[in-house]
């Protein structure tokens, strides 16, 4: 009830929530009561949570931030949501968010921007931006994420959290709306890796209903996170202390850095050649996956539907035209040309082939460093409506988050100071499946 009423008074300046599950939330305290006086609560039952709303929810409106689908009440729970729930978990509410998972600062969602609770003239990130400014503002504990290309790392390193990006098939993507199917991971965001521990506990795990969902061992994931850091070797890629990097950024990042050698740890430089290329070529397998993915949403079956359609093909365009915004149709129609006849290996192909030779910088630098650390973004949270006329430039934004998720490698981002009175995050990426040394590595700098 307590985050109930300071939603409902101080929501109106972040517009962090698209729904607010009032019932939900306190039916399922109730439920958690109970169970705590049974004997049968676990670390996260009665603990407040909010999700991003592209994480299907029953009975409740799940959007994915679009027009598209204001009204569509989800009949079922996505595999996150029910590992939380049966937690004992407490839905506060569904969170803003660029629509469908598109965007690097919020602006792109149906339901207007999102305000980051450091400087609300400036956006709190994305996709996952409405999660960030909730945490960040108080309004909720913890709040699950979703990073296809950095969604869950920027919004955390905008708004002064943490944030972490799984392993690919870490977590399940069931009843996780898609939006580019190789790329797309959820994860926790909250203030420490302590309690990004306590949810990937729930969230992680092989699921039936998600064929690219790990069989792979689910640590706890706060057992480690004390063990000291001696002879930690820490490799830092030159390309991320580029000139596009904000200097204060650089010099925040490395005084991290030296926190952490005098916890025991090694650096070295090292190199991530390819680095430049993942921008371009995110930028065309991110946007040919979500063509596909995006085909679904036609009017028939759910979501919006034109009104009085002359004929099928009437009722397609128009429902489409209608429900999409500009950047999702962008991507469309980048994505369908890339995957078009004649374009297929001049652009599609090509991007996969340069996405092997990302991944392959990794595997090579990861066999002789333990972490990668760098900068987890190239500046602080910039003005709502800043970059919104240029979309390269604010595609640029995810220069150093996207590298890992073509690679399928995980990725966090923790608080590391202030430029400005802005937070800077700094990111620590680690080799498949180490998010238990992720988690540890972050935990001793906090
Ligand atoms: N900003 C990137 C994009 O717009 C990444 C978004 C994400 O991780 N969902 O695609």
């Known amino acids: 009830q307590a985050y109930l009423d300071l939603i409902k008074a101080k929501d109106s300046t972040y517009n962090s929530y698209i729904t607010v599950t009032d019932e939900l939330a306190l039916q399922q305290a109730q439920a958690a009561d109970e169970r705590r006086q049974q004997g049968k609560a676990t670390a996260l039952t009665g603990v407040p949570i909010a999700h991003k709303d592209i994480f299907c929810t029953l009975g409740v409106k799940t959007s994915a931030g679009s027009k598209m689908l204001d009204n569509f009440i989800s009949p079922y729970d996505a595999t996150v949501v029910s590992n939380f729930n049966n937690a004992g978990a407490v839905t506060l509410g569904k969170t803003n968010m660029d629509e469908f998972a598109m965007g690097s600062s919020n602006e792109n969602s149906y339901y207007g921007a999102c305000r980051n609770p450091w400087d609300t003239a400036r956006v709190p990130g994305g996709s996952s931006g409405g999660s960030a400014a909730a945490v960040a503002a108080g309004l909720a504990p913890a709040a699950t994420g979703t990073d296809t290309g950095g969604s869950i790392r920027q919004p955390a390193a905008f708004c002064n959290l943490t944030g972490l990006k ?5 977590v399940s993507r069931f009843g996780m709306i898609a939006y580019a199917s190789s790329l797309d991971q959820g994860g926790p965001m909250a203030r420490t890796a302590h309690d990004c521990a306590l949810m990937l506990n729930v969230m992680a795990g092989i699921d039936g209903n998600d064929s690219t969902s790990a069989d792979h061992p689910v640590a706890d994931y706060t057992a480690t996170l004390d063990q000291p850091l001696s002879g930690l070797k820490i490799g830092l890629p030159k390309e991320f202390f580029s000139e596009q990097l904000n200097p204060e950024i650089a010099t925040l990042v490395q005084s991290a850095i030296k926190e952490y050698e005098a916890l025991g740890a090694t650096v070295k430089e090292v190199s991530l050649p390819n680095t430049a290329l993942s921008v371009p070529a995110y930028y065309i397998i991110a946007p040919s996956e979500a063509s596909s993915n995006l085909s679904r949403f036609d009017g028939v079956r759910y979501g919006h539907r034109c009104s009085d359609p002359k004929d099928l093909e009437d009722m397609y365009k128009r429902t489409r035209g209608e429900g999409f915004g500009s950047e999702v149709k962008r ?116």
Do not use: W
Request: aromatic letters at 12%; glycine letters at 10%.
């Open 166 to 170: 799984p392993t690919y098939g870490r």
């Open 331 to 446: 991507r469309i129609l980048v994505g369908t040309y890339a995957l078009s006849e004649g374009f297929y290996d001049a652009y599609y192909k090509k991007a996969q082939q340069i996405r092997r030779l990302i991944q392959q910088d990794f595997v090579r630098v990861l066999s002789d460093v333990d972490v990668i650390m760098g900068p987890t973004t190239p500046t602080t949270a910039f003005n709502i409506g800043e970059k919104t006329t240029d979309p390269v430039e604010m595609y640029m934004e995810d220069i150093f988050t996207l590298s890992l998720n073509l690679a399928g490698l995980p990725g966090m981002s923790i608080p590391c100071g202030f430029s400005n009175g802005l937070p800077v995050g700094l990111q620590i990426i680690g080799n498949y499946f180490a998010e238990e040394k992720l988690l540890n590595v972050a935990h001793k700098y906090q």
